[in-house]
């Protein structure tokens, strides 16, 4: 079982090329191994899937309810645009915290509206990659407080 679901959406397989100046140098596979990192010496076990189709990732979020107790979830563009992928959310019933690399609210007004904000434990916004291990620390002592 992985007890944390780390999820990441459209373009964030171009970590490290895209946009340095915003989104950084670092490679979606750092990030990934650092998030895994930090999980993993505190007992927990992640895994972790990227896509850039919509469809997988609601796929993805409907078999974490068998395997998964906690979600972190940069959806990337789909932030702004996936009732499917928030139904999703929903369906399972799984907790989860919203991360995004830049502050989506301080961005083009397009992209300053979430359709999972308002359905997450948490949003984590504007904070570099650091978003992700900020994410990882509080799904960590959510999943030991709520083992207790």
Known sequence: MSEILLLNGPNLNMLGSREPELYG???LEKVVSGVT???EASGYAVES???NAEHLLIERVQTAKEVARFIIINPGALTHTSIGLRDALLSVKIPFIEVHITNIFAREEFR???FLSDIAQGCI???GVSSY???A???VDWLSKSSV
């Open 25 to 27: 140098s670092l490679t």
């Open 137 to 139: 620390d509080y799904a």
């Open 133 to 135: 291990i900020f994410a």
């Open 125 to 127: 916004s504007g904070l």
């Open 112 to 114: 300053q509206r979430s």
């Open 37 to 39: 990192e930090r999980v």
């Open 49 to 51: 899937y990227q896509s």
